[in-house]
């Protein structure tokens, strides 16, 4: 007995949609990440100070939600691009403060390198293993928000064995992030490829600054 069935006129939609989904959310990624190092290097070049925890969190969030407010309009894409060339401005000085110590060089690059290859990797599991990873939502909101007010006490009481523990609980949840994240594209748990970009892009940032300050510390220039 043939059991097999043709693909339907709604799966091959349903499919040609997540496929287009996930097109337009890493290109626009690709780019937002390009602008970001572009405006991380122009914070480099004039040699800007850090705004500062209070400057950067009103900025983020308040862009963050604006982006929210506009994804489903044209203004929504200046607004991606605002958020991320905004986070590069705050990214430049972290960056500068590595470059100026003896191995710094190395360890920016070491953490560039781990960054993508870590994104890369665990996209392209996602992709074509095609798992469904929506049960780890509510186990990863909690840790995030864990790690976000310990990385806030280490910063206010100065505990820089504190900051590197949550560096790395950072490149944990930041990993599975981005599994997440990815599943929820294949599997329609998201649908909009302005905010699909947006949380990759949190994800990646936080990857990155986490694994800078980690290979900063092990390395003996931090």
């Given amino acids: 007995m043939n059991t097999y069935q043709q693909p339907t006129v709604q799966t091959i939609g349903s499919t040609t949609s997540t496929n287009k989904l996930i097109k337009n959310t890493y290109m626009l990624l690709s780019m937002t990440l390009l602008f970001s190092a572009a405006m991380a290097g122009v914070s480099i070049?004039?040699?800007?100070?850090?705004?500062?925890?209070?400057?950067?969190?009103?900025?983020?969030?308040?862009?963050?939600?604006?982006?929210?407010?506009?994804?489903?309009?044209?203004?929504?894409?200046?607004?991606?691009?605002?958020?991320?060339?905004?986070?590069?401005?705050?990214?430049?000085?972290?960056?500068?403060?590595?470059?100026?110590?003896?191995?710094?060089?190395q360890v920016v690059m070491s953490a560039m390198g781990a960054t993508g290859a870590l994104f890369l990797g665990l996209?392209?599991?996602?992709?074509?293993?095609r798992k469904d990873f929506s049960f780890m939502g509510g186990f990863l909101f909690v840790g995030v928000m864990v790690a976000f007010l310990a990385g806030l006490g280490a910063i206010f009481f100065e505990?820089?064995?504190?900051?590197?523990?949550?560096?790395?609980?950072?490149?944990?949840?930041?990993?599975?992030?981005?599994?997440?994240?990815?599943?929820?594209?294949?599997?329609?748990?998201?649908?909009?490829?302005?905010?699909?970009?947006?949380?990759?892009?949190?994800?990646?940032?936080?990857?990155?600054?986490?694994?800078?300050h980690i290979f900063g510390a092990t390395s003996g220039d931090d």
């Fill in 45 to 105: 070049a004039l040699n800007l100070p850090h705004p500062g925890i209070i400057i950067t969190l009103v900025g983020y969030l308040g862009l963050l939600f604006l982006t929210y407010k506009l994804k489903n309009s044209a203004w929504g894409l200046l607004s991606v691009f605002g958020l991320t060339g905004f986070m590069g401005i705050t990214l430049g000085p972290i960056i500068s403060h590595y470059l100026s110590l003896p191995n710094g060089g």
């Fill in 123 to 129: 996209s392209a599991y996602a992709l074509t293993t």
């Fill in 159 to 212: 505990m820089p064995m504190l900051a590197l523990a949550v560096s790395g609980m950072f490149v944990l949840l930041a990993s599975g992030l981005i599994l997440f994240e990815t599943s929820q594209l294949i599997h329609g748990g998201e649908t909009n490829y302005i905010i699909a970009t947006v949380s990759l892009y949190v994800s990646i940032y936080n990857l990155f600054a986490s694994l800078l």
